[in-house]
């Protein structure tokens, strides 16, 4: 029997195109998560770079059409690396105003998630797979977001790696760009040394402002995943840092 999750791939960036901030991997989902794929994913799931598996609802200029997708206008959050959707999912919750939209490269937290979106019958939450940047890049326009969410990236501590971190002059403006003025980017990390480059990129940037001057006292709005726990029971440090698009 072939798997809902066999037909899910990534593909791979041309010579020319940015670097990708993820590495690909597969992993086994089990029978529950297979079963919410196969059910959730063609009601809230989209490809970011296969059409056929889970086309992109578009416009006549071939943007993400985001009252399409959520079958309403609302101010739309970006989730870039959503994981296994813990915080995604709760801060929908609290959060029905608004359309929270998780890119997630990774099969086994978008079959997580689209399970807990089902579980407490969330209707602001739509799920994309595939390469956040690139997304943002081509589909979404500028000043379309009312806030981006980049919660624990990967690290990617060796300094020869250190180019495929998202937290970069480049992608900030990237983000920035896509911002609503008066909008947020908050980031969060429990590797300190990535937190401190994160803070002197955003810091550069002339289109934000942080309003903290410097860390954001942790916001009582993003939850605590297992995952972060995992980092504080090792004595990890969180921080957050929290800007605003002010041109």
């Known amino acids: 029997m072939t798997l809902p999750s066999a037909a899910f791939r990534h593909t791979n960036a041309a010579p020319y195109e940015p670097l990708r901030t993820f590495h690909p991997r597969r992993s086994q989902l089990g029978p529950g998560r297979e079963d919410a794929l196969a059910r959730l994913w063609p009601r809230w799931g989209f490809s970011v770079h296969d059409a056929e598996q ?8 071939g943007l993400l059409d985001v009252p399409r997708l959520f079958g309403r206008e609302a101010p739309l959050v970006l989730e870039i690396g959503s994981g296994m959707g813990e915080t995604t999912a709760a801060m929908a919750a609290a959060d029905p105003a608004r359309d929270y939209l998780a890119v997630e490269a990774h099969l086994p937290g978008i079959a997580h998630l689209l399970g807990l979106v089902e579980a407490q019958g969330l209707e602001n939450v739509r799920v994309a797979h595939g390469d956040a940047l690139d997304l943002v890049r081509h589909r979404l326009p500028e000043s379309s977001l009312d806030a981006v969410h980049v919660f624990f990236p990967d690290p990617w501590p060796k ?3 250190h180019k495929r971190r998202i937290i970069q002059p480049a992608h900030v403006a990237l983000l920035r760009s896509r911002l609503v003025v008066g ?3 908050h980031c969060a990390t429990d590797w300190v040394e990535y937190a401190d480059a994160m803070l002197e990129v955003l810091d ?11 860390f954001a006292p942790r916001p009582a709005h993003r939850p605590v ?13 969180v921080r957050d840092l929290v800007v605003r698009r002010c041109q």
């Open 54 to 61: 889970g086309p992109m609802p578009q416009t006549a200029d």
């Open 159 to 161: 300094a020869r790696h």
């Open 225 to 237: 995943t297992k995952f972060e726990r995992r980092g504080l029971d090792l004595g990890h440090e």
């Open 204 to 214: 550069a940037d002339p289109g934000l402002e942080n309003p903290s001057g410097g």
């Open 183 to 185: 909008g947020t980017l």
